[in-house]
Each structure stands twice: as C-alpha cells, then as structure tokens.
C-alpha cells in the first residue's frame, strides 16, 4: 500500500526551501560571468536587402569612371558604413552598429534579376555591376541601409574623383561614372539566419532563469522528500503499518514555529476546546471501545472483512469489560514521541474531571540492574505502602506514583508490575502507565501482560512506517490488549489555528516537552500543570 500524498500540500509546507532555492539559483547565475559571443547583439537581425550599383565602363581611370573594383574598395572603408548607418537612422531611433554590410560582384543566392542597363538605357558590362547587401532586423530598416550604403559610396566616389581633377588639374567637370542600377526595397528583402547572441549574456535574463530553475529545483527535491520520507502524515497510514484502528485523533494548539505550544493541558487550561474534546472521546474508547483484532491482519483487507472484531487476545472471544475492570492503560510509543506524555496527562485530566481518582505511573524512571544490586523480594504491596509512596498533583483527583520503591530495576518490572497494580487498583479508580520508547526499551513488553488495555501513540510527522510495523508486530505476537492507535499532532484547518489561538501567555505546562529528562515527562506535565 503506498500513502497518498498531497503534492500541493507538501509545497505549501515548505514554499521557503521553493524560495532559498530560487534566490540561490538567481545569484549563482548572474554572478558566473558568461563570455559574449562573437558579435555582441542587443539586436539579432534577420532581413538582407541590396541596392545594384555600377559603373559604364571598366577601364578604372580615376577621373573619368570608376571600375567595380574600386566601388569595392571604397565601399569596405569603415568611414563609408559608418555613414551609411548614420544616414538610414532616423532621428531618435538607435539600432544595432553590427549591421552587415557586404559588397559583391556576384548576384545574391535569393536576389533580384541582374540588372544591367543604366537608367539611360546604355547597356553596363557585369564586371562593373556590385551588390551592395545589408542586414537589419525588419525589411523597411534593411532596404532603407543598402539605399543609404550606396549612397554613401557615391559620395565617397565623387570625393575622390574631385581630388583627383584638382590634382592634375584636369578641365571639365569629372564624373565618377557610379550610378544606382536598381536601389534596395523592402518588398524584395529576403529573410536570413542572423548570428544568434546568447540569452545568458544578459543579467536579467539569467536572474529570470535562475528564478525558473530554483523553483523547479526546489519542487523536486519536495517531492523527492514526500516520496522518500517515510514518516507517518495520516491516520489511514498509521492504522495500516500498525495494524490496529485509530480510535483519537488529537491536534496540538497552534504556536510558532521554533517554538512550543503555551497550552500543553488542554482537558485544564482549555477544556472547551475541539483538543480537550478529542481526549474525552479517548477516554471513551478506553471504556467501552472493544479491542482491536489480535490475528495481525491489515485493516481493510479481505481477510479483515470476514473476522469477527470482537476477537481477543489468543484468539477466544472478547467482551469489552465494564467500567469497573478496565482499569489498568498502559500508553507506549515505538519511539521518543513527545505527545506521549501530553497525552497521558490529558488522559489523567479527562478521568479527573469526571470525579474518578487517577493515578498516573511513569515505567520510564527505572534502569537496569547495576552490579551487585539487591532484587526486591517477591511480596505483595499492600495499600499503606502504596498510598506513602503516591505524590498528589495541583490537579484533583490526579496523582503520580513512583515504581522505584517496589521495582528493583527495569528486568524486574515483568515479575512485580503486576503486584504493584493489583495495589493501585484498590487506591484509584484508573492506573494509567507510560512506557518509554518500544523501539529502545523493553519496558512495554514487560507490561502488557500486567495492564487491562494498551493505547498505542503515533505522532504526525514523527513516527516512522517502520517503527509502527515493528511494534506493531511486537506487541502482537505478545497478545498485548491493543485497544487502537491515539494519532497525536494531527494538522489542523486555518480557520480551527484561529479559533485555538491561546488567550493567554501564562498557561501552564510549557515545559513538559523537555526532552532533557524524558523519563520524568509524565510526571512533570501533571505536576506543573494548573500552577
């Protein structure tokens, strides 16, 4: 079986990992310099034109006429395509300086015909005609520079034709023979393959496609998170990987993140609220819910429809105890799941607020034998030794029990749990039992034998599939009487954070999530609580 999972959910859980990886790929990309192309561009051109030019004759006598050799020459000089460009552009408007300008004796691969008579109607030899090519990004703006190209040339021509007659002083007026056979246009512009500049030379480009490729990268490795993170985000998983029902589903208040909730007794500080509700429908179960099937078989599965629910430990049929004989809840946990100890303190509360007397014992305090240690004798406890060692809480009818003064040591506590209950059942009317983590303790199997009814806590985003398979199975194979799985921390709606928000600061119990002594956790939530 594999969980559902909420993509968009997880995303909105962790929209800053989205976030740092977004500005983190942004400024890796425009801080790595890119080196330009070839041509630097801040506009691709992708339109030739050309203008045909020539001259009548192709004797090359500076002074009379001017062959196409020399058009070529004057036409590559970087005087002339600088005026070229200046002439095309109109007032205001700045276009790309790269702009190609190719003279050539030879027709243009998709050019116009070959035009070879002068506007007199005098035929022109091909040798004398040039194709004056430009490269612009539209059609208007490359007719308009071939057109301003050639005459550019012209100018240039005429120039020098005019030295020329000064310098040998010769009489009449000179002519350079140049003459614009068919002038560039727009409507026989062709479209070519422009050098391409790179989109990574611009900073603002590679700032927008850092931004893009953080946020992918930030939503893979969410996802990569969800499909690998194998702790338990719903109750349907934890009733699955433990094989037994989710019989409460307990929030936590809402606080900040970083910090803990101010209220840890809800059943105290906020009785009406929906989380002090959830513990009295847990106490509800406790009492009369029937236990969950002891043949291990998973919830919802063909073989589950068939059984009958009311199957008990070993296989004989189980009815649920009256009030009176259910007395006895041992509370584990396949690891250091904090909630634990919330949940047993409330758990208290609820009985206490009903008139019963709770009793509330921590497994937790005990610690293997050292070397040399006495064992406690086997003896039976009676209710005067009980009653010295039992320490009352600033909540009625809740108090705590030390196991230190009847149980030598951890090993013991399969041989003298049970005595030490037996006692406790004629001084309160509920013993509820918590037992540190199942996954580092053998604590819990030593208890379930001696308890009436095991609740199983399974912490939102903290206990592991494993973990649950593991004690599960365990406790299982023990014939504990698993009553269902608590699944404690349970995400709430926005509009139940609002109306949870505490009222005050001062609540008490802030400091039973304490993890520095976690074997004390139970007793110091009830001992702490209501001061």
């Known amino acids: 079986?594999?969980?559902?999972?909420?993509?968009?959910?997880?995303?909105?859980?962790?929209?800053?990992?989205?976030?740092?990886?977004?500005?983190?790929?942004?400024?890796?990309?425009?801080l790595i310099p890119v080196a330009p192309p070839a041509q630097t561009a801040t506009q691709i051109y992708h339109w030739e034109s050309w203008a045909e030019v020539g001259s009548p004759s192709s004797n090359g006598l500076i002074g009379n006429t001017i062959n196409s050799n020399q058009i070529l020459f004057y036409a590559n000089s970087f005087q002339v395509r600088i005026s070229a460009i200046l002439t095309s552009r109109a007032e205001g408007e700045f276009g790309p300086l790269y702009a190609g300008l190719i003279p050539s004796t030879s027709q243009p691969a998709k050019g116009q015909a070959n035009t070879t008579k002068t506007t007199s109607g005098k035929k022109t030899s091909t040798s004398s005609i040039v194709y004056l090519t430009a490269l612009e990004s539209t059609k208007a703006k490359a007719a308009n520079l071939a057109n301003a190209y050639a005459q550019a040339v012209q100018e240039k021509l005429q120039v020098v034709v005019d030295q020329h007659a000064s310098t040998t002083k010769t009489g009449g007026t000179p002519t350079t023979g140049f003459e614009v056979l068919t002038p560039a246009s727009a409507y026989s512009t062709v479209h070519v393959a422009g050098p391409k500049a790179s989109v990574l030379v611009s900073r603002k480009n590679r700032l927008i496609i850092g931004l893009v490729l953080g946020v992918l990268l930030g939503i893979l490795l969410i996802l990569a998170r969800e499909l690998t993170d194998k702790r338990i985000r719903k109750p349907g998983r934890a009733e699955y990987n433990f094989r037994a029902p989710v019989i409460a589903e307990v929030a936590e208040f809402p606080h900040r993140v970083g910090e803990r909730p101010s209220v840890v007794l809800a059943v105290v500080d906020r009785p009406e609220s929906i989380i002090a509700e959830s513990y009295r429908k847990l106490r509800m179960s406790i009492m009369f819910e029937a236990l969950a099937p002891a043949t291990g078989v998973r919830p919802g599965s063909a073989e589950a429809l068939g059984m009958e629910m009311s199957m008990g430990p070993g296989g004989s049929v189980y009815e649920a105890p009256d009030l009176a004989h259910r007395r006895v809840v041992l509370v584990v946990s396949p690891g250091d799941e904090e909630s634990r100890s919330v949940l047993v303190a409330n758990l208290a509360a609820a009985y206490a607020e009903a008139g019963e007397r709770a009793l509330v014992v921590n497994a937790g305090d005990l610690e293997p034998m050292a070397s040399g240690a006495p064992v406690v004798e086997e003896q039976e406890v009676t209710d005067e030794e009980l009653l010295a060692e039992i320490r009352e809480t600033s909540i009625p009818f809740v108090a705590t029990l030390s196991l230190r003064p009847f149980v030598a040591n951890s090993g013991q506590l399969v041989t003298r749990a049970e005595t030490v209950f037996r006692a406790a059942r004629d001084v309160a009317d509920v013993v509820i039992v918590e037992a540190p983590s199942m996954m580092e303790f053998h604590h819990a199997e030593a208890l379930v034998h001696a308890v009436d009814v095991v609740v199983i806590v399974s912490?939102?985003?903290?206990?592991?599939?494993?973990?649950?398979?593991?004690?599960?199975?365990?406790?299982?194979?023990?014939?504990?009487?698993?009553?269902?799985?608590?699944?404690?921390?349970?995400?709430?709606?926005?509009?139940?954070?609002?109306?949870?928000?505490?009222?005050?600061?001062?609540v008490s119990g802030e400091e039973i999530l304490d993890d520095a002594d976690g074997a004390d956790q139970g007793d110091d939530a009830l001992q702490l609580a209501g001061s």
């Open 1 to 30: 079986m594999i969980e559902p999972i909420s993509f968009f959910a997880a995303m909105r859980r962790s929209w800053r990992l989205i976030v740092a990886c977004s500005a983190l790929m942004a400024i890796i990309l425009v």
């Open 459 to 506: 912490e939102y985003m903290f206990t592991t599939a494993k973990g649950a398979e593991i004690s599960g199975d365990k406790l299982r194979r023990l014939g504990a009487p698993v009553l269902g799985v608590a699944f404690t921390k349970a995400p709430l709606s926005r509009k139940e954070q609002r109306e949870l928000m505490p009222v005050r600061d001062d």
